[in-house]
Structure formats: structure tokens, C-alpha cells
Nanobody, 119 residues
């Protein structure tokens, strides 16, 4: 099993910055992709950014140029630096990780951290 614990959410004014962190524990030796998804009220959960164990990244178009994902494999932690925040970035942000056990892929989720951007 893998446990993911997020931190760093909060309330910020438009144009401000926040940094989210997600620490993984448990069977972390084989984590593959780590990243962040978000879910706003009344909307489906959507990809924000992901990073592979090798450092390749992928971002949602809506956050490109504003958000940066990074990963510290030694600390088993993934970060999301969010700059130039907009009210539409308001959502619960969930940490995500996956690993393979042979041919089987396992997905893990954190409980989420609230990010609120005021206009």
C-alpha cells in the first residue's frame, strides 16, 4: 500500500502563489507517475500536472506557464508550485501516484487539500 499526504493548500488572492507538497509512504520503492489532479464544485476531477520517475512532465493547458511540478525521489515527495493564481484555479487538489506490481497497475490518491483563490 501507498499513503499520500498533501499539504500547502489555503486561501490566496488572485495573482498570488502557493506551493503544494505531497509526501508518499509505504510501498514507495516502485512509484512510477506522481502528480496532481483537481476537482472544483460541480465539475469532474481533472489532470493538473504529472511527473514520471524519470522527470518527464505533462501539464493541463490551463496551467502551462503558471504551475511547475517537481519531484524529490529521495524524499518521496512531489511538489506543485502555483504562480499567477486565478479564481478558476479554486478546487480541491488531490495528489496521485501509481506503481506496477508485475502487469498490474495500482493507483493511489491523497485525501485532497483545498485551494481557494479570491478575486
Amino acid at each position: 500500500q501507498v499513503q499520500l499526504v498533501e499539504s500547502g493548500g489555503g486561501l490566496v488572492q488572485a495573482g498570488g502563489s502557493l506551493r503544494l507538497s505531497c509526501a508518499a509512504s509505504g510501498r514507495i520503492f516502485s512509484l512510477n507517475v506522481m502528480g496532481w489532479y483537481r476537482q472544483a464544485p460541480g465539475k469532474q476531477r481533472e489532470l493538473v500536472a504529472i511527473i514520471t520517475s524519470g522527470g518527464s512532465t505533462n501539464y493541463a493547458d490551463s496551467v502551462k506557464g503558471r504551475f511547475t511540478i517537481s519531484r524529490d525521489n529521495a524524499k518521496n515527495t512531489v511538489y506543485l508550485q502555483m504562480n499567477s493564481l486565478k479564481p478558476e484555479d479554486t478546487a480541491v487538489y488531490f495528489c496521485y501516484a501509481d506503481r506496477y506490481g508485475g502487469p498490474v497497475k495500482y493507483d493511489y490518491w491523497g485525501r485532497g487539500t483545498q485551494v481557494t483563490v479570491s478575486s
